[in-house]
């Protein structure tokens, strides 16, 4: 099945054409504005029979697995919108462009909240009031669950280990970032909760912050629920701490260059980070390996290094190991986890699941 993967991120647009799990065309737009679907549609227009087409959303609510896309089912996601602003508009946009550009082929969404639908209740539960969570749908969902599942699996392959049988943090460390417990193949625990803002710090979003916070700043100094909205999202994490854009590129280059502010960004990061890893790593039976994915985690050696150095997980990242290319254990032979660097490819897994929702729903039709 040749399926066309669309994945929107808050400030990228990734576009690929998969077919039996492996990627036959890739378009990535860096700062893309998400103003526009022309380059969707020229993307899908220069590749010729494609059976299906697979649209990241980041908020599915309850959903628990991917859904062939209509009218109905994009209306209810729309409901979605102020619980993860950065994605959903995009992902509901362009899900709408697809159906009138490739009219006949299934346009299937799948969602990044459906890898933890089963969190345990003590995980997914906020200790707020009860007509809260029962009126409000309040709880933790948890996110990058597309990127999650690839990782998990993959990183199950390099260690020769089957998934059920590991305990894994797996770390998604891109523009946006969250921390993970899986046991077994399932998440057990997640730093992101009932939007993609709380966690680690990201590029240009806070994180967890204390409540109390943007409560004192709307209260005392006048701040509108809109300007506190935008600030926690477009204006803080590193780009916030640092001045910068929040790319971690940037962020690296001025700390290099003595920028003092850049360099309590990345301590900040990094702390938080190992806060995060090792709050998950006690959610597991046993923890078998640190697993990193996502862009920031792929191109930045000098950080994996960094997060694992002095931080008392006994582990030691392989100088040689981390310098090398391709999905691979990157700690020494002498740690006591192993540290696993995974490549993101929500792609594969955005064309994984649509291929088992469309086969299986061929099956229920013929046994009818």
């Known amino acids: 099945m040749r399926v066309l993967t669309v994945n929107p991120g808050s400030s990228s647009l990734k576009l690929a054409v998969v077919e039996g799990g492996t990627g036959l065309a890739e378009l990535t737009l860096d700062h893309w504005s998400g103003?526009?679907?022309g380059e969707l549609a020229r993307f899908a227009g220069a590749h010729a029979q494609l059976d299906a087409a697979a649209v990241r959303v980041v908020h599915g609510g309850a959903r628990r697995g991917p859904v062939r896309l209509d009218e109905t089912?994009?209306?209810?996601?729309?409901r979605w919108v102020p619980m993860a602003p950065l994605h959903q508009p995009r992902s509901v946009a362009l899900a709408r462009h697809l159906l009138g550009v490739l009219p006949g082929v299934p346009v299937v969404a799948?969602?990044?909240?459906?890898?933890?639908a089963d969190l345990p209740e003590r995980a997914a539960t906020y200790a707020l009031p009860h007509g809260w969570r029962?009126?409000?749908g309040i709880r933790r969902y948890g996110f990058h669950g597309l990127s999650l599942a690839h990782a998990c699996r993959q990183a199950a392959r390099v260690l020769g280990a089957p998934p059920a049988e590991l305990g894994l943090v797996c770390c998604h460390l891109g523009a946006g970032a969250?921390?993970?417990?899986v046991d077994g193949g399932r998440s057990v625990d997640t730093s992101m909760g009932f939007t993609p803002l709380e966690g680690v710090p990201m590029a240009t979003r806070a994180g967890s912050i204390d409540p109390g916070i943007p409560l004192y700043l709307m209260r005392q100094h006048g701040f509108s629920v809109s300007q506190v909205d935008t600030e926690l999202n477009h204006h803080s994490g590193l780009a916030g701490l640092s001045g910068t854009s929040g790319d971690i590129r940037e962020v690296v280059a001025a700390r290099a260059h003595g920028d003092p502010a850049a360099r309590l960004a990345l301590d900040v990061y990094v702390h938080r980070l190992r806060r995060e890893i090792a709050a998950a790593a006690?959610?597991?039976?046993?923890?078998h390996a640190v697993v990193l994915t996502g862009g920031v985690a792929e191109h930045q050696a000098g950080l994996r290094a960094e997060l694992f150095t002095g931080a008392h997980f006994g582990i030691r990242v392989d100088p040689v190991r981390n310098a090398a290319d391709g999905d691979r254990v990157i700690s020494t032979g002498g740690s006591g986890v192993a540290v696993v660097l995974i490549a993101c490819r929500e792609d594969l897994e955005l064309a994984r699941q649509t291929e088992l929702l469309l086969l299986a729903n061929q099956v229920e039709v013929s046994a009818r």
Do not use: I, K, M, N
């Open 73 to 78: 089912v994009l209306g209810e996601l729309e």
């Open 110 to 116: 799948c969602f990044d909240t459906a890898f933890h």
């Open 134 to 136: 029962a009126t409000y």
């Open 35 to 37: 103003a526009s679907g």
């Open 282 to 287: 006690v959610s597991l039976p046993a923890l």
């Open 178 to 181: 969250s921390v993970t417990a």
